[in-house]
Nanobody
């Protein structure tokens, strides 16, 4: 079993920044890791992902240019640097760690952006 733990959420003013962290532990043969978010009453949506082997990244159009995903091989950790936060970015942010056949999800970290 892979344990996935997110951290770094909080309350931030519009225009501010946050850095979210996602640490994966246990039996990890990771293919890629990614970030998703879900606002109340809405579906979970893709935010960003990074390949473990190639470091290729992918971003949703809504966050491109403001969010940056990166990884730390030594700690099996991925980060999401979030800049120029907007109120519509408010959501629970979830981290997913993906092997060849399975996805493991964290419990989420709340990001709230005030105007």
């Amino acid at each position: 079993q892979v344990q996935v733990v997110e951290s770094g959420g909080g309350l931030v003013q519009a225009g501010g920044s946050l850095r979210l962290s996602c640490a994966a532990s246990g039996r990890t043969f990771l293919k890629y890791m990614g970030w998703f978010r879900q606002a109340p009453g809405k579906e979970r949506e893709f935010v960003a992902s990074i390949s473990w082997s190639s470091s290729r990244t992918n971003y949703a159009d809504s966050v491109k240019g403001r969010f940056t995903i990166s990884r730390d091989d030594a700690n099996n950790t991925v980060y999401l640097q979030i800049n120029s936060l907007k109120p519509e970015d408010s959501a629970v942010y979830y981290c997913a760690a993906n092997t060849q056949t399975e996805s493991y999800w964290g419990q989420g970290t709340q990001v709230t952006v005030s105007s």
